[in-house]
T-cell receptor
Framework: GQQLNQSPQSMFIQEGEDVSMNCTSSSIFNTWLWYKQDPGEGPVLLIALYKAGELTSNGRLTAQFGITRKDSFLNISASIPSDVGIYFCAGQLRYAAGNKLTFGGGTRVLVKP | GAVVSQHPSWVICKSGTSVKIECRSLDFQATTMFWYRQFPKQSLMLMATSNEGSKATYEQGVEKDKFLINHASLTLSTLTVTSAHPEDSSFYIC???????????????FGPGTRLTVL
């Protein structure tokens, strides 16, 4: 099935750093979502975006819904060790296509050795 | 709130046997539940959409006779992997969308996943 292009695939963080990841699609979505998944667990919703141009924060996390409705980014400020995990973006067509989610490939966030 | 549970959390079975995985919405009713499969270091791939009281809708390439889905109530959906083989070993995750009660009905809340290992 269709996947979103998510980058980077992986990144190393040092405590205190700001990090950024993004997702692009060839199709328009009317909702963008960002999830975090820890090993052996299900994804947990971090931020949901419902309008083009919307910028939303959740603590140290900030995400934006691109104006073209084909992209989104997630920033993590002042990273801490518990930010390690896999972050997934997901696009959704609300009220169409059965509200299905299309997931990006994930960004694996690791701690710098 | 919006808690989804799965049972079992992990299961090991012999090739050729069938395995049932349960997905429950604990504090809300769900009109729609979704079943995903995730292979190691890969993303979540939607297998099927399950609507209470009706047949599931399967994604292209997913065998409906192999992955039986039953959504008998507004809080429970089950996935049965029939005649499991080693290539079915994967992490199976369900999600549920609320019926109403002030929550967005298009939001999906995910369960903790079930690790299936077929020997």
């Amino acid at each position: 099935g269709q996947q979103l292009n998510q980058s980077p695939q992986s990144m190393f963080i040092q405590e205190g750093e700001d990090v950024s990841m993004n997702c692009t699609s060839s199709s328009i979505f009317n909702t963008w979502l960002w999830y975090k998944q820890d090993p052996g667990e299900g994804p947990v919703l971090l931020i949901a975006l419902y309008k083009a141009g919307e910028l939303t924060s959740n603590g140290r996390l900030t995400a934006q819904f691109g104006i073209t409705r084909k992209d989104s980014f997630l920033n993590i400020s002042a990273s801490i060790p518990s930010d390690v995990g896999i972050y997934f973006c997901a696009g959704q067509l609300r009220y169409a296509a059965g509200n299905k989610l299309t997931f990006g490939g994930g960004t694996r966030v690791l701690v710098k050795p | 709130g919006a808690v989804v549970s799965q049972h079992p959390s992990w299961v090991i079975c012999k090739s050729g046997t069938s395995v049932k995985i349960e997905c429950r919405s604990l504090d809300f009713q769900a009109t729609t539940m979704f079943w995903y499969r995730q292979f190691p270091k890969q993303s979540l791939m939607l297998m099927a959409t399950s609507n209470e009281g009706s047949k599931a809708t399967y994604e292209q390439g997913v065998e409906k006779d192999k992955f039986l889905i039953n959504h008998a109530s507004l809080t429970l959906s089950t996935l049965t992997v029939t005649s499991a083989h080693p290539e079915d070993s994967s992490f199976y995750i369900c999600s549920a969308s609320p019926l109403t009660s002030g929550r967005r009905t298009d939001t999906q809340y995910f369960g903790p996943g079930t690790r299936l290992t077929v020997l």
